[in-house]
T-cell receptor
């Protein structure tokens, strides 16, 4: 049983560039989450998908951020015109949220550094 | 508003000592889930336990035990006979029992177990 995978693991980019991250959830999980974690803090919720529908977005997700989950499988998170404040670890998680299983399983994260 | 407080920023213990990590939460929901996750240096969040708000039974799993007290809104985590491999950042999280099930995380407690 493979876990949640994320690609790339590390990304260094210059301010103003666009970046895209990918998340592959556990195959039978219909719920997918993106979180952002900065140094010394707990992860903060960014957005949530149930199957292919994006059902909630945090106010942390500015207009420069967009997320998709075509066909309810993998998901992408794009950041346009990156800023130094976007430097963080971006975590993806998936869950089933049924049958007594409500915990989220996290991927290894993508660490973004904006120079 | 929902909030999770982990007042202990960092704890250092010597191997084989017992250690308790505190978690206090705030929520207006009558039902909710509480979780503990471990984040080792590799960065991936590892699920440890989920607790339903209506189940106040304490739980033990090997060297790990959890004490849930609804009256004081606390969900504390104890490691008995700590080992160097327990060194990590530990996060407590809260989620609703419907809707998105998104997590509200605390700021984490860094545990250092010294040999």
């Amino acid at each position: 049983d493979t876990g949640v995978s994320q690609d790339p693991r590390h990304k260094i980019t210059k301010r103003g560039q666009n970046v895209t991250f990918r998340c592959d959830p556990i195959s039978e999980h219909n719920r997918l989450y993106w979180y952002r974690q900065t140094l010394g803090q707990g992860p903060e919720f960014l957005t949530y998908f149930q199957n292919e529908a994006q059902l909630e977005k945090s106010r942390l997700l500015s207009d420069r951020f967009s997320a998709e989950r075509p066909k309810g499988s993998f998901s992408t998170l794009e950041i346009q015109r990156t800023e130094q404040g976007d430097s963080a670890m971006y975590l993806c998680a998936s869950s089933l949220a049924s049958g007594g299983s409500y915990e989220q399983y996290f991927g290894p994260g993508t660490r973004l550094t904006v120079t | 508003a929902q909030k999770v407080t982990q007042a202990q920023t960092e704890i250092s213990v010597v191997e084989k000592e017992d250690v308790t990590l505190d978690c206090v939460y705030e929520t207006r929901d009558t039902t909710y889930y509480l979780f503990w996750y471990k984040q080792p240096p590799s960065g991936e969040l590892v699920f440890l336990i989920r607790r339903n708000s209506f189940d106040e039974q304490n739980e033990i799993s090997g060297r790990y035990s959890w004490n849930f007290q609804k009256s004081t809104s606390s969900f504390n985590f104890t490691i008995t006979a700590s080992q160097v491999v327990d060194s990590a950042v530990y996060f407590c999280a809260l989620s609703p029992t419907s809707g998105t099930y998104k997590y509200i995380f605390g700021t984490g407690t860094r545990l250092k177990v010294l040999a």
